[in-house]
């Protein structure tokens, strides 16, 4: 093989592809007790250790209750776990993220959304992924379905 052929595929092993969509795997427990405030987020987007960490606090669960019972709350984190992601969410101190918005992968992708844009009245947190991502409920993430608000 020739050398720039040998490089060209070496980069395309070395980049895990970016996904854009993220199917939501049935689970009549998670829909239940985790899409009533906010969207379903993607369990794909953390790492098990992330969803171990977010399902073991969920009396403060940024601000509010999300507790539940133990049996509910056992069989949601074994979802999450089953279906997590592979790429590592850490936070800035290297602990297991409890935001997708705070891990490095998140702030590389939306490294072009300017710090004043998130502050606005229809965004307000970069947690309202479906303020610009207007399919995020089904977990479709593609670039044609966002639209930034004004
Ligand atoms: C009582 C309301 C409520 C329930 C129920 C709830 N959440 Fe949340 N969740 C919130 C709030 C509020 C935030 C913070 C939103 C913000 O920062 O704008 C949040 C944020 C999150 C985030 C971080 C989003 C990000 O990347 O910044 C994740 C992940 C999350 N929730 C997962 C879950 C899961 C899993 C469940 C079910 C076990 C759940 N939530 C149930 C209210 C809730
Ligand atoms: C302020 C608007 C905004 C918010 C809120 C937002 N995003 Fe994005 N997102 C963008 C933009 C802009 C891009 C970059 C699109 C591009 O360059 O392809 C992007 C890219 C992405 C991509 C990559 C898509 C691709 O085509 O590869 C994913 C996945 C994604 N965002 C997930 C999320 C998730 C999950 C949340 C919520 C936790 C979120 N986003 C919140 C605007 C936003």
């Given at each position: 093989m020739?050398?720039?052929l040998v490089a060209l595929l070496l980069t395309a092993f070395a980049l895990p592809a970016l996904a854009d969509r993220f199917p939501l795997p049935k689970s009549a427990a998670f829909e239940e007790e985790c899409t009533s405030c906010h969207i379903a987020y993607p369990p794909?987007?953390?790492d098990?250790?992330?969803w171990r960490a977010l399902m073991n606090g969920l009396p403060k669960h940024f601000g509010t209750d999300a507790s539940m019972d133990e049996?509910?709350?056992r069989a949601i984190t074994d979802f999450l776990v089953k279906n997590s992601g592979r790429r590592a969410s850490?936070?800035?101190n290297g602990k297991p993220?409890?935001?997708i918005s705070e891990t490095a992968?998140?702030?590389h992708e939306h490294d072009e959304v300017a710090p004043a844009t998130w502050q606005r009245a229809a965004i307000k947190s970069p947690a309202n992924c479906a303020a610009c991502h207007?399919?995020?409920a089904a977990g479709d993430y593609r670039e044609r379905g966002i639209r930034i608000p004004k």
């Amino acid at each position: 093989m020739n050398k720039p052929l040998v490089a060209l595929l070496l980069t395309a092993f070395a980049l895990p592809a970016l996904a854009d969509r993220f199917p939501l795997p049935k689970s009549a427990a998670f829909e239940e007790e985790c899409t009533s405030c906010h969207i379903a987020y993607p369990p794909q987007l953390l790492d098990a250790a992330s969803w171990r960490a977010l399902m073991n606090g969920l009396p403060k669960h940024f601000g509010t209750d999300a507790s539940m019972d133990e049996a509910r709350r056992r069989a949601i984190t074994d979802f999450l776990v089953k279906n997590s992601g592979r790429r590592a969410s850490r936070d800035a101190n290297g602990k297991p993220a409890l935001r997708i918005s705070e891990t490095a992968w998140f702030r590389h992708e939306h490294d072009e959304v300017a710090p004043a844009t998130w502050q606005r009245a229809a965004i307000k947190s970069p947690a309202n992924c479906a303020a610009c991502h207007t399919q995020a409920a089904a977990g479709d993430y593609r670039e044609r379905g966002i639209r930034i608000p004004k």
